[in-house]
C-alpha cells in the first residue's frame, strides 16, 4: 500500500479506464475523489472503493467548467489538507468524417478532453508546488501518435494533451512533481463495445498480442506512474497497447 494517506482524484472515474483507475489506487492505499459528470456512476465508483480500502469520495464535476473544478479541488483541500494526485481521465468521442463534422462536435471533444485536463491540471498545481511533490497523469491515445480516419476531434485533443504533458513537466519539475501519459490502445470498455466488428477486426490485425486490453491494463501502469517508484519518471508517454505502435 504505497500510497497511503495520499489524496488522489481521478476524472471520468465512473465507468471504464477511470473506475479501474479509481479502484487500482484505492487499493494502493489512497483516499479517491472519484470525479465524474453523471451522480450515480461516481457514487457506484465510490462506493466500490470503500469496499476494498480507504473511503471513496463520489464528486458531480464537469470537468469544462473552470469554476467549478476550481470549487471541488479546493473542497477536497479543505477536507484533507492535500492533494497528491491527479489523473486526468475524463473524455468523449463526437466521431465523424472531417467533411461532415460539425463545429459543435469539434468543440464538444476538445472542451471535454483537453481543456478539461488544463483546468483540473491549474486547479492542483499552486498546492502541488506548495507540497514539492506531486503526481500528474494524463490519459491520452495512441490515435493521438498515430491519427485515425473519422477522429479528427478526438485525434487533436489527445495530440494536444501528449503537449499538455510534456509543457507542464517542464513547468513543475523544479517542485519535484511528475507529470505524465499514458497512450491506451485498443481497450475493453463501453466505448470499444460500440465500435463496428469490421472496425474491431481491424484493430485486432493490428496488434502484435491479438487481443484488445483491459481496463485495468491502463491502471496498473497508472499506479506505477504515481508511486514513488516513478519519481525520476516525467514528460514521458507510455503505451498501453499491445504492442500497436511498435513500428
Known amino acids: 500500500m504505497n500510497l497511503k494517506d495520499q489524496v488522489a482524484i481521478v476524472t ?46 463520489a464528486g458531480v464535476v464537469d470537468v469544462t467548467d473552470s469554476k467549478a473544478v476550481t470549487a471541488a479541488a479546493g473542497a477536497l483541500l479543505e477536507k484533507f489538507s492535500r492533494i497528491d494526485i ?13 467533411i461532415r463534422m460539425t463545429p459543435e ?16 491540471t491549474r486547479a492542483v498545481a499552486r498546492t502541488m508546488m506548495k507540497q514539492r511533490r ?23 485533443s489527445k495530440a494536444g494533451l501528449i503537449g499538455l504533458t510534456k509543457s507542464v513537466a517542464r513547468e513543475l519539475a523544479p517542485r519535484s512533481i511528475t507529470v505524465n501519459a499514458v497512450a491506451p490502445g485498443a481497450i475493453a470498455t463501453e466505448m470499444t463495445r460500440e465500435l463496428s466488428e469490421k472496425t474491431k477486426d481491424d484493430f ?10 483491459q481496463p ?9 506512474l504515481v508511486s514513488e517508484d ?16 511498435m513500428s
Open 12 to 57: 471520468g472515474a465512473g465507468r471504464g479506464i477511470g473506475r479501474a483507475i479509481a479502484v487500482q489506487l484505492a487499493g494502493q492505499g489512497a483516499r479517491v475523489a472519484c470525479w465524474d459528470v453523471d451522480r450515480g456512476l461516481a457514487e457506484e465508483t465510490a462506493a466500490l472503493l470503500s469496499e476494498k480500502g480507504p473511503e471513496g469520495l
Open 86 to 98: 491527479l489523473v486526468n481521465n475524463a473524455g468523449i468521442t463526437r466521431d465523424n468524417l472531417l
Open 105 to 120: 462536435q469539434w468543440e464538444q471533444v476538445l472542451d471535454v478532453n483537453l481543456k478539461g485536463a488544463f483546468h483540473c
Open 134 to 156: 506531486g503526481r500528474i497523469v494524463n490519459v491520452a491515445s495512441v490515435v493521438g501518435i498515430r491519427g485515425n480516419a473519422g477522429q479528427a476531434n478526438y485525434c487533436a
Open 204 to 213: 485486432l490485425q493490428a496488434i502484435p498480442l491479438a487481443h484488445f486490453g
Open 216 to 224: 485495468e491494463d491502463v491502471a496498473r501502469v497508472i499506479s506505477f
Open 230 to 245: 516513478a519519481g525520476y519518471i516525467t514528460g514521458q508517454v507510455i503505451n498501453v497497447d499491445g504492442g500497436m505502435l
